[in-house]
């Protein structure tokens, strides 16, 4: 690889690197002191709250339904993963691995 788009790779590693240390900072420190500022106690809440918590119930209730068929069928879902990872392992052998030319041009 050329040199500029080493630098292009290294600046974006750092961006990155550096954004998930302050996601981690915030989501352990801000968010709970956020939190726990807001919460005043019980209250009643309102159509919005209710209509989301109903939203999430669901969700659960199918997250639920869907272990559940899992569990009970464990061999093919091991045998279902087995393929798929096949399937993966098939197409990381056959797919091109050149992500940018030698030269740094568009071919």
Aim: net charge positive.
């Amino acid at each position: 690889m050329t040199a500029t788009s080493d630098c292009c790779f290294a600046s974006s590693a750092v961006t990155v690197s550096v954004s998930l240390v302050l996601s981690l900072l915030i989501s352990l420190t801000l968010t709970p002191m956020s939190a726990r500022a807001c919460s005043t106690g019980e209250q009643e809440h309102g159509r919005v709250y209710r209509f989301l918590e109903r939203g999430f119930d669901g969700l659960l209730n199918a997250y639920e339904a869907g272990l559940k068929i899992v569990l009970r069928h464990r061999f093919a879902k091991l045998m279902s993963m087995v393929r798929h990872d096949r399937a993966d392992c098939y197409l990381y052998v056959i797919i091109p691995k050149g992500f940018l030319s030698a030269t740094g041009q568009l071919d």
